[in-house]
């Protein structure tokens, strides 16, 4: 039975991958990664890893769903034909990555064994510079599932993959709904890297920040009334 083993990259510099997750990594006979946008991948490449990625697939897929569902599909041909190999996502494999969410449903079906290791996600240096104890309630969703919320959660909210600035614009809007424009939100960018930012910002400038990319997040912290 071959075995597909998940490992994550860290939210970050490669300091925060785990020495588990390293190690499989740098013993891998077929590595390869969701995308090579990330971090961590020069250094992955310094310490001559040798690896594949599923970068092309983005420019083939028509939405995300669709471009998660090829990338679980195709890692479970490549195991069964080719035997044993190595996924890396970025950050950690059970956080906000729905390739791997996919690849285990999948792999029910199949003769693949799917081993998924722990790793640290951005939620974890959230915490730390944030200063912020999850036991007190979090909610924690992805930017495009913003329209699911009916009501303003009586938590603070984390919205994660706000990746670029039409997704940005459309998460604004919907928030607008909820809360008021001038509302306080933790703009968070490149968290764990040395041009980190974290910033205050009202609601109604998210769409207008110059830096959203794919390492863009937000947090809303919960306020009484």
């Excluded at 969701?34 to 020069?42: A, G, K, L, Q, S």
């Amino acid at each position: 039975m071959a075995t597909i083993t998940v490992t994550g990259l860290g939210p970050g510099r490669a300091g925060l991958i785990t020495r588990e997750s390293w190690d499989i990594m740098a013993s891998a006979q077929r590595l390869v990664l969701r995308t090579r946008i990330h971090p961590t991948v020069e250094a992955i490449t310094a310490a001559g890893m040798e690896f594949t990625t599923y970068d092309g697939f983005y420019e083939e897929a028509a939405d995300f769903e669709s471009l998660y569902a090829a990338i679980a599909r195709d890692l479970l041909r490549r195991a069964e034909t080719e035997g044993d190999l190595v996924y890396a996502v970025p950050g950690s494999p059970l956080v906000a990555e729905r390739t791997v969410v996919l690849l285990r449903d999948l792999a029910k079906e199949s003769d693949v064994k799917v081993d998924i290791l722990p790793g640290m996600s951005f939620v974890e240096v959230m915490y730390t510079r944030l200063g912020i104890d999850p036991i007190d309630g979090l909610t924690i969703i992805d930017a495009e599932d913003v329209a699911t919320l009916k009501e303003r959660p009586a938590q603070s909210l984390v919205i994660t993959q706000v990746y670029s600035q039409p997704i940005a614009s459309d998460t604004k809007l919907m928030l607008m709904d909820l809360y008021p424009d001038e509302y306080e939100v933790t703009y968070i960018h490149n968290l764990a890297l040395p041009d980190e930012s974290i910033r205050q910002i009202p609601l109604y400038e998210l769409d207008r920040q110059k830096d959203v990319d794919h390492l863009t997040s937000l947090f809303i912290r919960a306020k009484s009334e």
